[in-house]
């Protein structure tokens, strides 16, 4: 797995948050977050209050206790926002590393005469056609249409090893900002200035485009709603204490009702946000939104493409076999036939052996026949000689069923050949020519290797894994069995795949899904989390709410712990927040009544030193344990693979009863120390 990218608290972030959290105060910007707002105009009021402590009714404290209030109030609402201010600085300094690699470049454009044009690379627009050249910097995403290089993503990956990328084919996208290793390519820019994933994901981690996610917008309501009824609690208060001719002061009751309110929680919302956000971008992965980050955590079911993704991908042909009846020569002549126009990195690699195997074949003999192009619909690719004659290869079921329309017959030994081929998990492709099959190709692949724990591990969350691929059957299940999947689907063409999302999320259950090939488009959009990888094509790219850039698709686990991790955070202090206030419960409502009913003696459980102090040390404990909260909020809770419901229980004891438990040992702790500085 990929070591998150380290991000470091630089002492310019903590200085640019302390200022932006004064900056925050402007209500306009505090309004967004109801609880914090209540706080400050409680800050307002006590201000005012402090000048003139008459202002509502005739004070019965001094000055200096409303001036105490206002201090600490005004400081609640600093920690709250400088939160806030840190997780985004992160994010900027984050943005800025990114930008760093969208270095401004000049591009050559290629003109309709077939020139080129040196145009700057902001300018190029959807559609344009450039050359990049060997050690030349790619200047936008795009999909090579022309050409095969080894290209540097170090950029953007931090992988110095480059990646073969050519025209057709699943390996056909470039991003902007990665360099040419080697040869050249044409590349057609497929996205707008400022519309490129580097932009995109800048924007994202800069909180700028950070819309809130559901989970966080039902979290502010429930805040909100609390807040709302803790104000009508505090309202009531006023007549009832008039009935016990007890007198309250107004500071004393903007200290309750910011004790109750659930302050901890409300200063710390955005911050475990956009720290979510930040901790996805350390991995590489590019989240279009942070509903994607969220929904990856309560991932059911993920779905799997095999080739590229749980195998290598780069299928290369390893063996060509000819069927009782066909000498070698001709298979190997009708194998080199059917693939010299295939783009794929298949059909190339049966070129190459059939070449090493001494067969070739003149480019003059083929240079007018019709390529047919290899489809995730056919399975089959091939060429249509001038001379009518047909050449095919594909899926051993497609040929079999494209000869049998042609009145051909099936050789007898075609399916042992396939079979064994298949029982290695290679992919068998069977070759035909006019109403004749002559053999099979074997491609060859590989299971990429770690895989099998990491299927264990998502076990063990409740994540199903299914794999689905276009593979025959045999194939499929045998490398299945060497992955270590769940379960699969072979022979599953694109509306395969997405009924199979589909009918799990008629189950209510959430879909993950990674891919690479434009067949995967669609699905990747069905899918609730669509993780594609940056080295497939563009369309899997526009369709997918997730990209990884270093087209790992086990990258994907990583994002599935990532999202537990933040609804897990951010229940965890949620539940913190709530049980805290029981605790302040027993500090402030005795020392409010004490005179009136010294019974209410028996709740001050904590033997406070008196009334005011008991207030301030309340009020202040609910200051300071939010930027105590900072760094959990920011890191996230400590997060390991085991079940939800033990995770959970776990979390309540922790932050449930710790939330109790902390506030009276803070609150009694403070109380001493004003004692001793016999403050109140
Ligand atoms: N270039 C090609 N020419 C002809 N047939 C091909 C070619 N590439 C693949 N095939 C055949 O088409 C089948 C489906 O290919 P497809 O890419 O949809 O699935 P896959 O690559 O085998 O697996 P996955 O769906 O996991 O990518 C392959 O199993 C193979 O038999
Ligand atoms: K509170
Ligand atoms: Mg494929």
Redesign the pocket.
Same mark, same amino acid.
């Given at each position: 797995m990929t070591t998150a990218r380290k991000n470091t608290l630089t002492k310019e972030i903590v200085s640019q948050a302390i200022i932006d959290a004064f900056k925050k105060l402007n209500p306009a910007v505090m309004i967004k977050n109801p609880v914090m707002f209540v706080v400050e105009v409680g800050t307002v009021i006590t201000l005012l209050l402090s000048i003139w402590p008459d202002l509502f009714v005739a004070s019965t404290v001094g000055r200096g206790y409303n001036i105490a209030v206002f201090l600490i109030l005004l400081f609640t609402v600093l920690f709250a926002n400088f939160a806030e201010a840190l997780a985004e600085g992160r994010g900027k300094a984050q943005a800025d590393t990114l930008r760093k690699t969208k270095s401004e470049t000049m591009a050559k454009l290629v003109q309709k005469d077939g020139s080129y044009k040196q145009v700057s690379s902001t300018q190029l627009k959807k559609g344009d056609v450039v050359r990049v050249d060997t050690g030349e910097i790619i200047p936008t995403d795009g999909e090579i249409i022309e050409g095969l290089a080894s290209i540097d993503e170090s950029a953007i990956t931090g992988e110095s090893a480059p990646v073969i990328k050519e025209a057709g084919g699943d390996f056909s996208s470039v991003t902007g900002g990665t360099r040419v290793a080697s040869d050249y390519i044409i590349v057609k820019v497929m996205t707008d200035p400022g519309e490129s994933f580097l932009d995109r994901m800048i924007a994202l981690v800069e909180g700028a485009k950070r819309q809130k996610t559901p989970n966080e917008i039902a979290l502010t309501t429930l805040l909100a709603v609390l807040t709302l009824i803790f104000l009508i609690v505090i309202m009531t208060m006023v007549p009832m204490a008039q009935y016990l001719s007890v007198k309250l002061d107004v500071a004393t009751l903007i200290a309750l009702l910011v004790c109750l309110i659930p302050t901890t929680i409300g200063g710390l919302l955005s911050a475990i946000g956009i720290a979510g956000m930040d901790r996805v971008t350390q991995f590489n992965v590019l989240a279009m939104s942070g509903k994607a980050v969220e929904a990856a955590g309560d991932i059911d079911t993920l779905i799997l =493409? &095999?080739? @590229? /993704?749980i195998t290598y #991908?780069n299928r290369m042909a390893s063996e060509i076999l000819p069927v009782k009846g066909v000498s070698s020569k001709e298979m190997i002549l009708s194998a080199l036939m059917a693939s010299v126009k =295939?783009e !794929?990195p298949? @059909?190339r690699s049966i070129v190459e052996l059939a070449n090493k195997l001494g067969e070739s074949w003149a480019e003059k003999e083929y240079k007018d026949a019709e390529a047919i192009e290899?489809t *995730?619909e056919t399975?089959?690719?091939g060429l249509n000689l001038a001379s009518g004659a047909q050449i095919r &290869?594909?899926?051993v079921d *497609?040929i079999k069923k494209h000869i049998s329309a042609k009145g051909g017959r099936i050789p007898s030994d075609l399916d042992d050949i396939a079979n064994r081929i298949a029982r290695a998990g290679g !992919?068998?492709?069977a070759v035909a020519a006019g109403d004749r099959i002559y053999g099979v190709i074997y491609l060859k692949d590989t299971v990429k290797p770690g895989l099998k724990e990491r299927f264990a591990e998502l076990r063990g969350m409740g994540i199903k894994t299914i794999m689905? /691929?276009? =593979?025959?059957p045999l /194939?499929a299940a045998t490398i299945a069995l060497e992955a270590g999947v769940d379960d699969f689907i072979a022979e *599953?063409k694109p509306e395969d795949k997405i009924a199979a999302i589909k009918k799990e999320q008629q189950d209510g259950k959430l879909v993950a899904m990674t891919g690479d #090939?434009t067949?995967d488009a669609p699905a990747l959009a069905q899918a609730d989390v669509g993780l594609a990888m940056n080295s497939g094509t563009m369309a899997a790219k526009e369709a997918a709410n997730m990209i990884d850039l270093d087209s790992d698709p086990t990258k994907l686990l990583s994002v599935v712990a990532i999202g537990k991790q933040l609804l897990i955070t951010r229940g965890a202090l949620t539940t913190f927040s709530i049980a805290n206030d029981i605790a302040k419960y027993f500090a402030i409502i005795p020392a409010m009544f004490i005179l009136a009913m010294p019974q209410l003696e028996a709740l001050n459980i904590m033997h406070l030193a008196s009334p005011t102090s008991a207030i301030l040390s309340a009020l202040i404990f609910n200051a300071v344990i939010i930027p105590l909260l900072i760094p959990i909020a920011m890191k996230g809770v400590k997060y390991r693979a085991m079940s939800a419901d033990r995770l959970l229980t776990r979390n309540v004891l922790i932050y449930g009863v710790g939330g109790v438990i902390v506030p009276f040992v803070g609150i009694k702790a403070i109380d001493l120390v004003l004692q001793v500085l016999n403050i109140a």
């Amino acid at each position: 797995m990929t070591t998150a990218r380290k991000n470091t608290l630089t002492k310019e972030i903590v200085s640019q948050a302390i200022i932006d959290a004064f900056k925050k105060l402007n209500p306009a910007v505090m309004i967004k977050n109801p609880v914090m707002f209540v706080v400050e105009v409680g800050t307002v009021i006590t201000l005012l209050l402090s000048i003139w402590p008459d202002l509502f009714v005739a004070s019965t404290v001094g000055r200096g206790y409303n001036i105490a209030v206002f201090l600490i109030l005004l400081f609640t609402v600093l920690f709250a926002n400088f939160a806030e201010a840190l997780a985004e600085g992160r994010g900027k300094a984050q943005a800025d590393t990114l930008r760093k690699t969208k270095s401004e470049t000049m591009a050559k454009l290629v003109q309709k005469d077939g020139s080129y044009k040196q145009v700057s690379s902001t300018q190029l627009k959807k559609g344009d056609v450039v050359r990049v050249d060997t050690g030349e910097i790619i200047p936008t995403d795009g999909e090579i249409i022309e050409g095969l290089a080894s290209i540097d993503e170090s950029a953007i990956t931090g992988e110095s090893a480059p990646v073969i990328k050519e025209a057709g084919g699943d390996f056909s996208s470039v991003t902007g900002g990665t360099r040419v290793a080697s040869d050249y390519i044409i590349v057609k820019v497929m996205t707008d200035p400022g519309e490129s994933f580097l932009d995109r994901m800048i924007a994202l981690v800069e909180g700028a485009k950070r819309q809130k996610t559901p989970n966080e917008i039902a979290l502010t309501t429930l805040l909100a709603v609390l807040t709302l009824i803790f104000l009508i609690v505090i309202m009531t208060m006023v007549p009832m204490a008039q009935y016990l001719s007890v007198k309250l002061d107004v500071a004393t009751l903007i200290a309750l009702l910011v004790c109750l309110i659930p302050t901890t929680i409300g200063g710390l919302l955005s911050a475990i946000g956009i720290a979510g956000m930040d901790r996805v971008t350390q991995f590489n992965v590019l989240a279009m939104s942070g509903k994607a980050v969220e929904a990856a955590g309560d991932i059911d079911t993920l779905i799997l =493409d &095999k080739t @590229g /993704t749980i195998t290598y #991908g780069n299928r290369m042909a390893s063996e060509i076999l000819p069927v009782k009846g066909v000498s070698s020569k001709e298979m190997i002549l009708s194998a080199l036939m059917a693939s010299v126009k =295939d783009e !794929t990195p298949e @059909g190339r690699s049966i070129v190459e052996l059939a070449n090493k195997l001494g067969e070739s074949w003149a480019e003059k003999e083929y240079k007018d026949a019709e390529a047919i192009e290899f489809t *995730a619909e056919t399975r089959m690719s091939g060429l249509n000689l001038a001379s009518g004659a047909q050449i095919r &290869k594909g899926a051993v079921d *497609a040929i079999k069923k494209h000869i049998s329309a042609k009145g051909g017959r099936i050789p007898s030994d075609l399916d042992d050949i396939a079979n064994r081929i298949a029982r290695a998990g290679g !992919t068998p492709l069977a070759v035909a020519a006019g109403d004749r099959i002559y053999g099979v190709i074997y491609l060859k692949d590989t299971v990429k290797p770690g895989l099998k724990e990491r299927f264990a591990e998502l076990r063990g969350m409740g994540i199903k894994t299914i794999m689905c /691929t276009g =593979d025959n059957p045999l /194939t499929a299940a045998t490398i299945a069995l060497e992955a270590g999947v769940d379960d699969f689907i072979a022979e *599953a063409k694109p509306e395969d795949k997405i009924a199979a999302i589909k009918k799990e999320q008629q189950d209510g259950k959430l879909v993950a899904m990674t891919g690479d #090939g434009t067949n995967d488009a669609p699905a990747l959009a069905q899918a609730d989390v669509g993780l594609a990888m940056n080295s497939g094509t563009m369309a899997a790219k526009e369709a997918a709410n997730m990209i990884d850039l270093d087209s790992d698709p086990t990258k994907l686990l990583s994002v599935v712990a990532i999202g537990k991790q933040l609804l897990i955070t951010r229940g965890a202090l949620t539940t913190f927040s709530i049980a805290n206030d029981i605790a302040k419960y027993f500090a402030i409502i005795p020392a409010m009544f004490i005179l009136a009913m010294p019974q209410l003696e028996a709740l001050n459980i904590m033997h406070l030193a008196s009334p005011t102090s008991a207030i301030l040390s309340a009020l202040i404990f609910n200051a300071v344990i939010i930027p105590l909260l900072i760094p959990i909020a920011m890191k996230g809770v400590k997060y390991r693979a085991m079940s939800a419901d033990r995770l959970l229980t776990r979390n309540v004891l922790i932050y449930g009863v710790g939330g109790v438990i902390v506030p009276f040992v803070g609150i009694k702790a403070i109380d001493l120390v004003l004692q001793v500085l016999n403050i109140a």
